[in-house]
């Protein structure tokens, strides 16, 4: 994998790259988006942004793990935030799994699925 930095587009105002370029012969896997649940429980996690992008990037990163992949296989994320006034606290956290800085969208969302304050999907190449 290969990240793309160019002058001649904006700059990243976050954690992540303009760009990577995959391999031809890689495979890839997509993930469904992680909501912040801790799976031994089947509950959302109590606390704020901080602690629910925690566990959305937890439940991404076991699914790579199952792949056979982890959080430096991610080539692009898509980040789903209930307030933008979240970003910052969300950058925080989410910076510590994807040291790599894959490509990402992060977009503010009306209403998110059991009225959580984030989700993450990724796709990695294996």
Do not use: W
Not at 4 to 9: C, P, S
Not at 68 to 89: H, Q, S
Request: aromatic share 8%; proline share 6%; charged share 20%.
């Amino acid at each position: 994998m290969k990240s793309i930095q160019t002058d001649k587009a904006p700059a990243a105002i976050g954690p992540y790259s303009q760009g990577f370029i995959v391999p031809k012969d890689a495979d890839l896997l997509f993930t469904s988006g992680q909501i912040p649940i801790d799976p031994a429980t089947g509950s959302i996690v109590e606390g704020g942004i901080k602690e629910q992008a925690h566990q959305s990037c937890k439940n991404v990163c076991e699914i790579l793990k199952a792949a056979g992949a982890g959080p430096e296989n991610v080539v692009k994320t898509v980040c789903f935030l209930a307030d933008m006034n979240d970003f910052a606290a969300f950058n925080e956290v989410y910076a510590q799994y994807f040291t790599g800085k894959p490509a990402r969208s992060c977009v503010a969302v009306k209403t998110l699925p059991k009225n959580v304050l984030c989700e993450v999907e990724a796709v990695a190449a294996l």
